[in-house]
């Protein structure tokens, strides 16, 4: 799956704040909101710094980047840490970058709007269940990180009128491929796991597959689009090798 793309650039970075996480791990925090202008800051700053220090890992969140490093490539010198020393390369390297976007492909997520929480849902909102299928579908998404489950997916872009509150009784058993809403958020559930996102759907879709060569069918800074399917599509999918 290919997912290089031009770039575009923007607005200057925010104010970086560096903090060391563990002997081997730097933490940069962006801000402390959950906001897509932030996150796409988060994801232009990873694909710059993998240009420049290939070597190092990056673990991208909402608004904070995790660098993990090798204290022995990075050691103390002049009195400086290895995590001032990083932290001085890292802030050199950003410096030169107003802001670039990697505009990543768009995957297509085909969906069965069944959820167990679709009517109280549309409930919650005032919308009939045929709107609330339409205006999730309507949007393009975007994964602002990985995290909670190996795979799990958290989108931003979900259409404002649809926030609901999660669920005050949380499930035990969540079924893999539900996809769900939580807050200002949707996400997708790789796996059979407990949650308490209101289920809207599900994908015949495997979102995580520990022996693939590429684990995670999504990345941090990929585009999603839902489309609705019918029971006998969700069927075929689900049978297929590829799914």
């Known amino acids: 799956m290919t997912r290089s793309a031009a770039l575009q650039t923007s607005a200057v970075l925010p104010a970086i704040q560096l903090e060391p996480m563990a002997e081997d791990a730097l933490l940069l925090r962006f801000g402390d909101t959950i906001d897509p202008s932030l996150n796409a800051h988060v994801h232009a700053a990873a694909a710059h710094l993998q240009q420049r220090f290939p070597a190092l890992e990056y673990v991208p969140a909402y608004a904070s980047l995790l660098v993990r490093f090798d204290p022995a490539q990075w050691p103390s010198h002049d009195e400086r840490s290895p995590h001032q020393r990083l932290g001085d390369a890292i802030m050199a390297a950003l410096a030169d970058l ?115 060569d590429v684990p995670s069918r999504l990345a941090p800074g990929d585009r999603v689009r839902f489309h609705a399917i019918d029971q006998a599509t969700f069927q075929r999918l689900a049978e297929a090798p590829s799914a």
Do not use: C, N
């Not at 670039?100 to 409930?123: H, K, R």
């Open 98 to 212: 107003s802001m670039a976007v990697a505009e990543s492909m768009l995957i297509e997520i085909p969906v069965l709007y069944d959820g167990t929480d679709l009517s109280e849902v549309a409930t919650l909102t005032g919308f009939s269940i045929e709107d609330v299928i339409a205006r999730h579908v309507a949007m393009k998404y975007r994964v602002a990180m990985l995290g909670f489950a190996p795979g799990f997916p958290y989108l931003l872009g979900l259409d404002p009128a649809l926030a609901v509150p999660r669920r005050a009784d949380p499930r035990q058993r969540v079924p893999a491929g539900s996809v769900a809403i939580g807050g200002q958020q949707t996400g997708i559930y790789p796996a059979e796991l407990p949650g308490g996102w209101q289920l809207i759907g599900r994908t015949p879709l495997r979102l995580f597959d520990v022996a693939a």
